[in-house]
Structures are given as structure tokens and as C-alpha cells.
């Protein structure tokens, strides 16, 4: 499995740590909560290796990373019921295939537009973390 040194997702270091929850490996990826919840359940998923494009993958492995990502959908969709999904693939700063899972909802904080990256407005205690995570879980 390639690593990069100074890579966010690859070396899962302290500031990695102070914006996600590891949640649980995936397919080809791994899965995370956001720990600022404005949209309850959102998520990130992240491919396995340190790639920064999605077509740098290989047809079989590309079809697995948005299994995976289809798979993270399906199950916030479940557990939190939300209008609508958005996906996020920026990468712009971070150089590492990952998309955003952010559940949007009719009347709620930036429906009907762009979401923020990290508005650092809600975060929830760690038991409110272990009962999203939990429901995630139950949903996969």
C-alpha cells in the first residue's frame, strides 16, 4: 500500500484526527465521520493508496472506490433520511482521492447550495459521536 509522508489520509496524524472518526475500512477505501456535524451523518471516504485522481485508478478499482462511496450513500440515506446527497471530490489542498458524503435537508443549514468545507459549527459530544457512528455502522 503506497503512503505519502506528508499526507493527511496516509499518515492519520493528530490533524487528521481532530476533523474525522475512523468509522471502519471499506473495500478499497476508508470511512470517516466528519466531526463538525452540520449536516448530521456527514462522511468522507477515502481511497486506500495516496492517488489524487480518480481516473489514476484502474477500471476494477475505480468501479470498488465508488462501490464504496455508493455504499457510504445508501447507508447515511438510510439512517438520517436527507432530501438530497451531496458528493465532494476537491482535493485542491489534499492531494488524496476522497470524497465528502454530505446529507443535505429541505429547510436545513445550505440546502439548495454549496456546502461549506467546515462552517466549525457543530460538534457533538463523544456519545453523540458513538450513536451517529453506530447508526452508520448498523446502515452498511
Same mark, same amino acid.
Not at 464504496?68 to 465532494?88: L, M
Not at 429541505?106 to 461549506?116: H, L, M, Q, T, V
Given at each position: 500500500m503506497e503512503k505519502s509522508l506528508d499526507c493527511l489520509y496516509c499518515q492519520r496524524n493528530e490533524l487528521q484526527k481532530s476533523l474525522m472518526i475512523k468509522i471502519c475500512d471499506l473495500? /478499497?477505501?476508508?470511512?470517516?465521520?466528519?466531526? #463538525?456535524?452540520?449536516?448530521?451523518?456527514?462522511?468522507?471516504?477515502?481511497?486506500?493508496?495516496?492517488?489524487?485522481e480518480l481516473f489514476e485508478l484502474s477500471e476494477s478499482d475505480r468501479n470498488a472506490f465508488m462501490g464504496? /462511496?455508493?455504499?457510504?450513500?445508501?447507508?447515511?440515506?438510510? =439512517?438520517? =433520511?436527507?432530501?438530497?446527497?451531496?458528493?465532494?471530490a476537491y482535493s485542491d489542498k489534499l492531494a488524496h482521492l476522497h470524497f465528502h458524503i454530505v446529507p443535505k435537508f #429541505?429547510?436545513?443549514?445550505?440546502?439548495?447550495?454549496?456546502? #461549506?468545507m467546515n462552517p466549525q459549527a457543530i460538534y457533538l459530544n463523544e456519545d453523540e459521536y458513538a450513536v451517529t457512528i453506530q447508526r452508520i455502522i448498523d446502515a452498511l
Open positions: 473495500n /478499497v477505501s476508508t470511512l470517516f465521520l466528519f466531526k #463538525e456535524q452540520s449536516h448530521p451523518g456527514r462522511c468522507v471516504v477515502a481511497y486506500k493508496d495516496h492517488i489524487n464504496d /462511496v455508493c455504499r457510504v450513500a445508501g447507508a447515511i440515506q438510510k =439512517s438520517f =433520511s436527507p432530501t438530497k446527497i451531496n458528493y465532494g #429541505e429547510g436545513g443549514f445550505e440546502f439548495g447550495g454549496i456546502f #461549506e
